[in-house]
């Protein structure tokens, strides 16, 4: 329980980090343009779109999920009916699928930011591509444990590998939609490279927080986490 409340309050401090630098009185779920910040010199600082703080609202509400179900996916393993389960290897092919889907991603937001659409482009759908695989991959896993008797209903580990696998597909998903967008507009004769440099720092923003939600999870289900907190507990006494 102490690594979890360790967890969510590095969450926290992320979270009030990023805001103590931003314009704390704004309401960007009113605002459509961008939000001007003072500098403490006195210069006006770049104007940080009113989209990119709401999506940073918006990954804390998400991070906070995930906390969460962490939080009770720890206090379940204490009761008598848990017993592991084991972790496919595709889940290792899957989370290397997912890391260079992020890194392209950051590929993708440099050659935007230089104007560089030539490159912008396979490294866009490179991004694309790799993190279609990672889901087809975690609907692959799901098939091999529940073609190996490991059905959602028979143990609450299980239970919580399926919920906590499919919420982060279904956020993948939802990033993909986005991402798929942003490729298309790519594509188009006639887009200029400084209206996708928004879009694709989101989607790149996203995908990282989105592969450190899974990398948590992975070490969660890997059992290296069972390790760790027994490690806190040994060094609490």
């Given amino acids: 329980m102490n690594v979890i409340l360790v967890f969510l309050a590095a969450v926290a401090a992320i979270i009030i980090w990023w805001l103590s630098g931003q314009r704390l009185t704004s309401k960007p779920w009113l605002e459509t343009g961008s939000v001007q910040l003072p500098a ?3 210069a006006d600082r770049p104007a940080v779109p009113a989209v990119k703080i709401g999506l940073f609202v918006f990954l804390g509400v998400v991070g906070a999920l995930f906390s969460l179900a962490v939080s009770a996916y720890f ?3 204490a009761s008598a009916d848990w017993w592991g389960m084991p972790v496919p290897r595709l889940l ?12 392209a991603l950051q590929w993708a937001k440099r050659e935007a930011r230089h104007g560089r659409l030539e490159a912008l482009r396979p490294a866009l759908v490179t991004g694309l591509a790799l993190a279609l695989f990672f889901l ?6 799901w098939r091999e444990l529940t073609s190996a008797g490991y059905v959602l209903a028979d143990n609450p580990a299980n239970s919580f590998f399926y919920m906590l696998t499919g919420l982060h597909g279904l956020h993948i998903l939802g990033g993909l939609a986005v ?4 490729t298309v507009k790519a594509f188009s004769p006639d887009v200029a490279p400084e209206r996708l440099r928004l879009s694709v720092d989101l989607s790149t923003i996203y ?20 390790d760790f907190v027994d490690l806190c507990r040994t060094l609490l006494k």
Avoid at 179 to 182: E, Y
């Fill in 40 to 42: 403490h010199d006195g």
């Fill in 75 to 77: 206090m379940r393993m």
């Fill in 92 to 103: 290792w092919v899957n989370t290397a699928a997912l890391a260079l889907s992020s890194a």
């Fill in 136 to 141: 087809v991959g975690q609907i692959q896993a």
């Fill in 179 to 182: 991402l798929v967008h942003t």
């Fill in 207 to 226: 995908s990282h927080f989105m592969l450190a939600v899974w990398l948590l999870l992975f070490v969660l289900f890997a059992g290296w986490a069972n």
